[in-house]
């Protein structure tokens, strides 16, 4: 087999430098297009993003009025290393106030772009966000102001922080997938509470689903035996997204949190909004196509299928189906928890007038959580509604202990947990981002109509 080429740039690059401080280029990611990094030191990564109306269209025949970051649906793939520091200059050009949430981002509090915070950025306004990234790993960035309207709409975008030495070898590909809830003539659905819509009663699930931004899959060559490192994110406002992989070995290497200690095998990943899965994928050659499905229930409980991503095989170069050598990452510790947490997720009322509650309160009714920083943490998520919901914590990781008193193997770091109605699931987390940090469901509707509380992480 060839020497391929990607290590002779690695080595190259290597060499090229006397300044040390030269770094090997990172690695292309299939599927997005990278905003620029303006900035030429090594470990600055700075980026301009503007939010603004423009149309897109999703389904052909059809305009779809959307509102995007520079000009993309979804917004471009923002890519850095772990350890540099993000620099992001924000303008915002919408016809109403916004900020930018770092999902999943273990930044400070001040930078996490929620309004309890940060005043929203209001039209023409702009705002510089500038934080270090401590994790690699598969993240996203969206507004935290009417989310459930501007998300939709089509602000949200992946960001990447890669390994300190990324593997140059694998073939990266990104996919965002989204639902979006159309009429007719191509536009979105009206934002005004409708509960006579049958895809709105418990949050807004689409009718028309989205990869990368287009209701076609994409379309790409793999290579037999050569390994690939696939990002997922599911940035739907409310559907639970479950994803497969056809033609291939895959496993997952990591979730929301960066890479797991044990990769794993599994018939398919759950993806509740908010969640991301990095899959290893390895053509076998036995099929000739390899795809990427995203698998939706059926009442009669079997699945739909519906393909996000569609390669060709190109057998010139045929790899081993070698795994690459991926770092070896250390199995996070569960110390025994020194303080808890309880937050039951309920509702109340009814049809229009349904409010969505954690412990009895509606946001801005709340009193924020306290929980002492650095501290081994045990939190307890209750689901008294019969509803399910994405539980998601700004500025820290948690491990997922149990579900309904059974302990669970579901390794790795997340943020955002699905509870599926009727159920308790017991996380651990080490709280070591002080700070004050929502707490709230990411079904984005249930968290406009009150589902948010505050955890304030003291020093
Ligand atoms: Cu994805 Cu509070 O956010
Ligand atoms: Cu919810």
């Not at 050569?226 to 290497?253: D, K, Q, S």
């Not at 929301?256 to 994928?281: A, I, N, Q």
């Not at 049809?351 to 946001?363: A, F, K, M, S, Y």
Request: charge should be negative; proline fraction near 9%; include cysteine.
């Amino acid at each position: 087999m060839m020497t391929r080429l990607t290590t002779l740039f690695l080595v190259a690059a290597g060499c090229a430098g006397s300044d040390s401080d030269v770094l090997v280029p990172l690695p292309p990611i299939a599927g997005l297009t990278a905003v620029p990094d303006t900035d030429a030191t090594p470990d600055v990564v700075e980026v301009s993003l503007t939010a603004a109306e423009m149309s897109a269209s999703f389904v052909e025949g059809t305009t779809t009025p959307v509102w995007a970051y520079n000009g993309q649906v979804p917004g471009p793939l923002i890519q850095a290393r772990v350890g540099d520091t993000l620099i992001v200059n924000f303008t915002n050009d919408l016809p109403e106030p916004t900020t930018i949430h770092w999902h999943g981002l273990r930044v400070p509090d001040v930078m996490d772009g929620v309004p309890a915070i940060q005043d929203p950025v209001q039209p023409g306004d702009s705002f510089r966000y500038e934080f270090v990234l401590p994790d690699a790993g598969t993240f996203w960035y969206h507004p935290h102001v009417r989310a459930h309207e501007q998300i939709e709409r089509g602000l949200q975008g992946m960001l990447v922080v890669h390994e300190a030495e990324p593997l140059q070898d694998v073939t990266q590909r990104a996919f965002v997938l989204d639902d979006v809830l159309l009429d007719e003539s191509g536009a979105f659905y009206t934002f005004d509470v409708d509960n006579s819509h049958p895809l709105q009663v418990h949050g807004r699930n689409g009718n028309t689903l989205l990869f990368n931004g287009r209701t076609e899959p994409v379309q790409g060559t793999v290579t037999p035996g050569i390994p690939e490192r696939w990002r997922l994110v599911n940035t739907a406002n409310t559907r639970t997204l479950w994803a497969e992989v056809r033609g291939a070995r895959w496993r997952v290497v990591g979730v929301d949190g960066g890479r797991v200690s044990e990769p794993y095998t599994t018939e398919r990943v759950r993806l509740p909004v908010g969640r991301r899965y990095d899959l290893e994928v390895i053509p076998t050659g036995r099929e000739d196509e390899v795809a990427l499905d995203v698998a939706l229930p059926t009442a009669e409980g079997g699945w739909d299928r519906y393909s996000a991503f569609t390669a060709t095989l190109d057998w010139t170069d045929p790899g081993t189906g070698t795994p690459p050598p991926w770092p070896v990452v250390e199995p996070e510790p569960r110390p025994e928890p020194e303080q808890e947490v309880v937050l039951t997720f309920d509702g109340r009322g009814g049809g229009t007038n349904i409010e969505w509650t954690i412990n009895d309160e509606v946001w801005g009714q709340h009193d924020p959580l306290e929980v002492r920083a650095h501290t081994p943490t045990r939190l307890v998520i209750r689901e008294a509604s019969r509803a399910a919901h994405p539980f998601h914590l700004h500025g820290q990781f948690f491990q997922v202990v149990s579900r309904n008193g059974q302990p669970v193997d579901e390794p790795g770091l997340f943020d955002t947990v699905l509870l599926t109605g009727d159920d308790e699931v017991e996380l651990f987390s080490m709280m070591d981002n002080p700070g004050r940090w929502m707490a709230h469901c990411h079904i984005l509707e249930h968290a406009a109509r009150g589902m948010m509380t505050e955890m304030v992480v003291l020093e």
